[in-house]
């Protein structure tokens, strides 16, 4: 089992420019959440989706920030236009139906 | 004031020694909880789990206790070893959040080889 694959791992950027992040769930998972982790304020939910549906987005922060869930096998987050703000690492997460969500190895984002 | 970043609970113990971690949950209508391990760069990783039918459950090494009378969650770490140290997150899922957990905000073990 793969586990939940995140790419890119990395991503340095500069102000103003579009940032997509992308998320491959653990196959036969029906939810998929993206999270945001900062010094700041540690482990923020951004978004969760079931079935491909976005079911809250209560935590996306602005407008700026999408999601989609095309299928069930990918999900993307993208920024738009980033902000140095923005800089943090990105995690995508994963579940069944017995609500252990299980976490990708997270994306490092550095807006300048 | 301003807030310049969390600081997390640092639990410091000597490699062998038992570690016990702390977590108070919020939510009375959790049933479901789960403890997390973050090593530094990596994303949370699933230790052991726990729903609120059972009062302790064991692991290889880890046993997960949880008092709903008073809303509290301990993990405790035997034999504690340096790869254990990483910071130590527990979430909580109410039966009316779907598959949404809640995280506290963590705790960070430190193992003294």
């Known amino acids: 089992d793969a586990g939940v694959i995140q790419s890119p791992r990395h991503e340095v950027t500069e102000m103003g420019q579009e940032v997509t992040l992308r998320c491959k769930p653990i196959?036969?998972?029906?939810?998929l959440f993206w999270y945001r982790q900062t010094m700041m304020r540690g482990l923020e939910l951004l978004i969760y989706?079931?079935?491909?549906?976005?079911?809250?987005d209560s935590g996306m922060p602005e407008d700026r920030f999408s999601a989609k869930m095309p299928n069930a096998s990918f999900s993307t987050l993208k920024i738009q236009p980033s902000e140095p703000r923005d800089s943090a690492v990105y995690f995508c997460?994963?579940?069944?139906?017995?609500?252990?969500?299980?976490f990708g190895p997270g994306t490092r984002l550095t807006v300048l | 004031g301003e807030s310049v970043g969390l600081h997390l609970p640092t639990l410091s113990v000597q490699e062998g020694d038992n570690s016990i971690i702390n977590c108070a949950y919020s939510?009375?209508?959790?049933?479901?909880f789960i403890w997390y391990k973050q090593e530094s760069g990596k994303g949370p990783q699933f230790i052991i789990d726990?729903?609120?039918?059972?009062d302790k459950r064991q692991g290889q090494r880890v046993t997960v206790l949880l008092n709903k009378t008073v809303k509290h969650l301990s993990l405790q770490i035997a034999a504690t070893q340096p790869g254990d140290s990483a910071v130590y997150f527990c979430?909580?899922?109410?039966?009316?959040?779907?598959?949404?957990?809640?995280f506290g905000g963590g705790t960070r073990l430190m193992v003294k080889p």
């Open positions: 997460a994963s579940s069944g139906d017995l609500d252990t969500q299980y």
């Open positions: 196959s036969g998972h029906n939810s």
């Open positions: 989706f079931n079935n491909n549906v976005p079911i809250d």
């Open positions: 939510n009375s209508a959790s049933d479901y």
């Open positions: 726990i729903r609120s039918n059972m």
């Open positions: 979430a909580e899922n109410f039966n009316n959040a779907g598959n949404m957990l809640t």
